[in-house]
């Protein structure tokens, strides 16, 4: 069983659309969880960080479920430029962050 | 500010060639990562380096690859013989150390073929 496992998608939505990518996670002592985000050919570069209380950003919500080791990310209103591969991220310690697989979301007009 | 820098952008090699890839982490940046990705196993920590020291290598696939860190502002990355199964992008990333929040910060990659 992966460490982070995410649905790979593809999410194809339209405009204005709001989408949810969930997230599992198997190590119960992993300390911080983040969202990260992948353009084709480019980087990940950190989207946000994800707390036991739920923060928000914007049009982007994340949650965190300890009990459950879930974690999610909930995009409102969605833009043409949200289009990207979201990678699910979990530090497991000293620094060391796991990553799954990635889930694809396409937004078309 | 110049975020990480990796060299070469692109490697095209035939199988057998010895293989570097550079990486010059941003300055003030304790933690260096190297990481692969591709299509079927997606992004994975090969090693890790704290203050120039590896910490974790459990990554690394085979005595094939191995990593250096001579300095804080330089690493390498080394194939040796190069293999097809090789082919991936290739990551560097860096950080600084905090106990809740430690956004790394990846480098533009380097796409390696290995024919």
């Known amino acids: 069983r992966k460490e982070v496992e995410q649905d790979p998608g593809p999410f194809n939505v339209p405009e204005g659309a709001t989408v949810a990518f969930n997230c599992t996670y198997s190590n119960s002592a992993s300390q911080s969880f983040f969202w990260y985000r992948q353009d084709c050919r480019k980087e990940p570069k950190l989207l946000m960080s994800?707390?036991?209380s739920g923060n928000e950003d914007g049009r982007f919500t994340a949650q965190l479920n300890r009990a459950s080791q879930y974690i999610s990310l909930l995009i409102r209103d969605s833009k043409l430029s949200d289009s990207a591969t979201y990678l699910c991220?979990?530090?497991?310690?000293?620094?060391?962050?796991?990553f799954g697989a990635g889930t694809r979301l396409a937004v078309h007009p | 500010d110049a975020g990480v820098i990796q060299s070469p952008r692109h490697e095209v090699t035939e199988m057998g060639q010895e293989v570097t890839l550079r990486c010059k982490p941003i300055s003030g940046h304790d933690y260096l990562f190297w990481y692969r990705q591709t299509m079927m196993r997606g992004l994975e920590l090969l090693i890790y380096f704290n203050n120039n020291v590896p910490i974790d290598d459990s990554g690394m696939p085979e005595d094939r690859f191995s990593a250096k860190m001579p300095n804080a502002s330089f690493s390498t990355l080394k194939i040796q013989p190069s293999e097809p199964r090789d082919s991936a992008v290739y990551f560097c990333?860096?950080?600084?150390?905090?106990?809740?929040?430690?956004?790394?910060?990846f480098g533009p990659g380097t796409r390696l073929t290995v024919l």
């Open positions: 991220v979990v530090n497991k310690g000293y620094n060391k962050l796991i």
């Open positions: 990333a860096s950080s600084f150390y905090d106990k809740t929040y430690n956004e790394q910060f």
């Open positions: 994800v707390y036991s």
